[in-house]
């Protein structure tokens, strides 16, 4: 029998999240007393700069709806979980349960709310006898429940169900995901067998394109709902309402390679609304130049004089916001001259090359990887793991760059006030219903 994977079109709450779980039997293994975890998408949170939250969060509407609807099965042990990235030394995962209206649902539903970061370690190993580090929360549970956002990423092309799952590991390995041997993709694959998500809801209300908080970036309401409970299923569904091929997602590619599971869309039942009708092509990718020495924006600004390679998939997610600050503060300063021969490299493996006189080392990974290099003449260190805000900005002017320490802020308010006034892009669906309590 083919694995079933329903779509649906968005309309009220919580019959259209109802009638997306009911086509494809998602609550068939589900009993009364299972131990359930709900792990949404809640990725960071800013109080300063709040992010629009079109396709960067799962909207707040459907993980009520979902509890709504485990009530109604008689369900009463569940968590909610997620591991927001650390900003300032701190987990933002509190926060945005805060900001979204979670501690709310918490209380009006009697839901327990765990940031993964606080959680216990567990010690899990993938089919290769590799340790990855879990949060005990996202292993102990009977009935796992992935709820996703679509949108694509800079380095997987999409961030679906399996790339959602790397919310549920401790700091190490999420460092240890961005190795430079075995692969980001290689690793992500490896998500399914071990946390064994019995359902699959993938949140497209909204859905996001070429990132949150980059030039580019570009949230799309898209009114569907996406549920399986076979994990690859549900991703290829949703990674083709956005254009993409299973054979495109190089992690997709690996499960099913690694699991003799289709990676073809027609072995799939897909019930419901018609996926023809849903797709909307995104774009993903920046475009550098073809010497790699900056995005194509800093050759349209005719900006010389300075290289900044293209990040790569050792970038981890501590140092990769600081990647997008440099850019924007790079282009801030450029005023007509060139810069003085400087080099800016990230993440774990680039190597400096010769020709600069400077050569800024952003973060301790690539400090380590350039120890020895004799290209550098001299090496500026951005020290740390992500290095600070301000430890950067005092690199870039030791470096000679003349930033203006606000241009990045004026991008970020921008960013946040970009989707205000369209009445596609309704702020409700991030908060608590009306009826909530507090
Ligand atoms: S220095 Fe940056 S790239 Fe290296 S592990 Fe730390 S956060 Fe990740």
């Not at 299923?233 to 091929?245: C, E, H, M, Q, S």
């Not at 282009?331 to 050569?359: C, H, R, W």
């Not at 320490?405 to 205000?420: G, H, T, V």
Request: charged fraction near 20%; proline fraction near 5%; aromatic fraction near 8%.
């Amino acid at each position: 029998m083919s694995p079933k994977v329903a779509l649906k079109r968005y309309d009220s709450s919580p019959e259209s999240l109802r009638q997306v779980i009911a086509l494809c039997s998602g609550f068939r293994n589900l009993k009364s007393n299972s131990k359930i975890l709900i792990k949404p998408n809640l990725v960071v949170w800013d109080n300063k700069f709040p992010i629009p939250p079109y396709g960067v969060f799962t909207t707040t509407r459907i993980i009520e709806d979902l509890i709504i609807l485990l009530k109604e099965q008689g369900c009463s042990d569940i968590t909610i979980g997620e591991g927001g990235l650390t900003m300032k030394g701190e987990a933002t995962t509190f926060p945005a349960f805060e900001g979204l209206g979670y501690t709310a649902l918490a209380e009006k539903y009697g839901v327990r709310l765990v940031d993964f970061h606080k959680s216990q370690t567990a010690i899990a190993k993938n089919g290769e006898g590799q340790q990855i580090r879990f949060a005990r929360d996202a292993i102990e549970t009977d009935f796992f429940i992935n709820v996703p956002v679509i949108k694509t990423h800079s380095q997987t092309k999409v961030s679906l169900g399996m790339k959602n799952m790397k919310g549920c590991l401790k700091t190490v390995s999420r460092k240890q995901f961005h190795d430079t041997r075995y692969g980001l993709e290689n690793w992500i694959q490896w998500l399914p067998d071990i946390l064994n998500p019995a359902l699959t809801i993938i949140d497209g209300i909204y859905a996001l394109e070429m990132g949150a908080l980059h030039v580019g970036s570009t949230a799309h309401r898209k009114n569907i709902l996406i549920a399986s409970t076979d994990a690859l299923g549900a991703d290829l569904v949703g990674a083709k309402a956005i254009g993409f091929n299973g054979d495109e997602i190089d992690h997709l590619k690996k499960y099913a390679t690694r699991t003799g599971k289709p990676l073809q869309l027609e072995a799939y039942e897909i019930k419901g609304d018609s996926l023809a009708d849903n797709i909307t092509p995104f774009k993903w990718d920046w475009r550098w130049n073809e010497a790699n020495t900056g995005p194509y924006a800093f050759e349209k600004a005719g900006i010389q004089g300075i290289s900044v390679p293209k990040y790569d998939s050792s970038l981890c997610s501590g140092c990769s916001p600081l990647v997008n600050m440099i850019n924007v503060l790079v282009m801030s300063a450029y005023k007509g001259a060139p810069f003085e021969k400087i080099e800016v490299l990230n993440g774990k493996k680039m190597q400096a090359q010769p020709g600069f006189d400077k050569t800024l080392l952003i973060g301790n990974c690539i400090i380590a990887a350039n120890r020895a290099n004799p290209n550098i003449k001299k090496a500026l260190k951005v020290a740390g793991c992500p290095p600070s805000e301000e430890a950067l900005l005092n690199g870039l002017k030791s470096a000679g760059i003349e930033i203006d320490p606000d241009a990045y802020s004026r991008f970020l308010i921008r960013q946040s006030e970009k989707y205000l006034g369209k009445p596609d892009f309704v702020k409700t669906f991030f908060e608590c219903s009306t009826s909530c309590s507090t």
